[in-house]
């Protein structure tokens, strides 16, 4: 049986992420120890919220992490989730995970911030994690900020908001997704769904 933890850092979203997997057949726990997700098939890192007390609160998650990487295990951020597994971000103090090299940078003033509501994301790379859907899929977004990854060939899919960004990115077994697949109907649950088979594989 798959064993697919979400941490719980205090940073929000928990229990509609919890449900979002429940309807794809993930039967994720929720952990807030380190040590306890160290033999896990996949972990979920949530979030809404502030980058600085994220970071704050997950680095003592960091080397569990980068050990479950190395053994080929999944990683998926979500949202705030997505950026903390950057380096470092425009909305604060503190370290990211480091993960994935980039940062998180602000979204321009001149746009209604937050990005909140339905945006089409653009694949740009073939992934797994996107298999059946449809040509730019509708997905929902609350965010301020966006994660510029060091290197493009990470970004897998974007949209448009003012300004071209990354809307998820792929580093192997590091998946982020800077909309709410939970929140996201038919298309999310897609995507949620791949994300079962892929740690199936």
């Known amino acids: 049986m798959m064993r697919v933890g979400l941490i719980d850092y205090g ?3 928990i229990f509609s992420i919890l449900c979002g997997l429940q309807r794809v057949g993930i039967k994720a726990k929720v952990y807030n120890k380190p040590n306890d ?3 896990i098939d996949a972990v979920v890192v949530p979030g809404v919220g502030n980058f600085s007390k994220a970071a704050e609160s997950l680095q003592e ?8 990487l190395r053994e080929g295990r999944y990683i998926l951020g979500i949202c705030l989730g997505m950026q903390i597994l950057l380096e470092k971000s425009e909305e604060g103090e503190g370290n ?3 993960l994935v090299k980039g940062e998180v ?13 339905w945006n089409t994301i653009k694949i740009r790379k073939e992934t797994p994690l996107f298999d ?10 609350v965010h301020s900020f966006i994660s510029v990854p060091k290197e493009s060939t990470h970004i897998i899919a974007t ?3 003012g300004q071209e960004f990354a809307s ?24 949620l769904n791949n994300f079962r088979r892929m740690i199936r594989r």
């Open 168 to 191: 998820a990115i792929q580093n192997e077994t590091i998946l982020g997704l800077q909309f709410h697949p939970e929140k996201s109907g038919e298309h999310g649950a897609i995507v």
């Open 96 to 98: 990211g995970l480091g």
């Open 37 to 39: 997700v160290a033999s």
């Open 105 to 117: 940078k602000r979204l321009p003033t001149s746009l209604k911030v937050p990005h909140m509501g």
């Open 11 to 13: 940073a929000g979203n």
């Open 61 to 68: 998650y960091k080397e569990v992490l980068e050990d479950l």
């Open 159 to 161: 949209t448009e908001y």
């Open 132 to 141: 059946g859907l449809p040509i730019n899929p509708y997905f929902y977004f």
